[in-house]
């Protein structure tokens, strides 16, 4: 079946430290692949999101670049900040008449001042 | 603005008792969908509906009912068979059921168990 591999945390980092999540991935055919970020006490928030080979999803510094070839999805910033403490889910969705998403167990992210 | 709403925040439950957690969307999405996150955990799916009147069992549906009446509405019934009720629930929806298709989840509701 589809599984989510996300590197164990918790990752704790200095405010402007570059950040790398890996995250890789088990799916049969071409997955849609997502990450998404969710802060204390809430629901979780769309990140960013790649729907085919090489496409980069980036939004608030964030980027993560689909590699079909290495089944991977790593989340990337170059230089964090203390409001990006969070954890972080990376997740796949196939096509089909399964409509779910398949979440990692998440990283949780905790940036110092 | 449009988005999903849980409630409540926070739901107590007793033993044998079965409790209802609410969602509701005013996105015009076609399709709803309820997880489970246990700590550590990543979500798993209990149930989803891509139209009125239908939906489908997820991954751990056992314990759980749900009903679609409304396009907007996706309620999520706990019942006195799900012996270990206590996680954090989130709701979502998306435009369809897509492959490509974001989901947008709602703030969750809390359970725990008396």
């Known amino acids: 079946g589809d599984s989510v591999t996300q590197m164990e945390g918790p990752v704790t980092l200095s405010e402007e430290a570059f950040l790398t999540i890996n995250c890789t991935y088990t799916a049969t055919g071409y997955p849609s692949l997502f990450w998404y970020v969710q802060y204390p006490g809430e629901g979780l928030q769309l990140l960013l999101k790649?729907?085919?080979?090489?496409d980069k999803g980036s939004n608030k510094g964030f980027e993560a670049t689909y590699r079909k070839e290495t089944t991977s999805f790593h989340l990337e910033k170059g230089s964090v900040q203390v409001s990006d403490s969070a954890v972080y889910f990376c997740a796949l969705r196939r096509g089909g008449s399964n409509y779910k998403l398949t979440f990692g167990k998440g990283t949780l992210l905790t940036v110092n001042p | 603005d449009g988005g999903i709403t849980q409630s409540p925040k926070y739901l107590f439950r007793k033993e044998g008792q079965n409790v209802t957690l609410s969602c509701e969307q005013n996105?015009?999405?076609?399709?709803m969908y309820w997880y489970r996150q246990d700590p550590g955990q990543g979500l798993r799916l209990i149930y989803y509906?891509?139209?009125?009147?239908?939906?489908q069992k997820g991954d751990i549906a056992e314990g759980y009912s749900v009903s679609r009446e409304k396009k907007e509405s996706f309620p999520l019934t706990v019942t006195s068979a799900q012996k270990n009720p206590t996680a954090f629930y989130l709701c979502a929806s998306s435009r369809s059921g897509s492959e490509g298709e974001t989901q947008y989840f709602g703030p969750g509701t809390r359970l725990l168990v008396l």
């Open positions: 790649a729907t085919k080979a090489d």
């Open positions: 509906s891509q139209i009125v009147n239908d939906f």
């Open positions: 996105l015009n999405h076609d399709a």
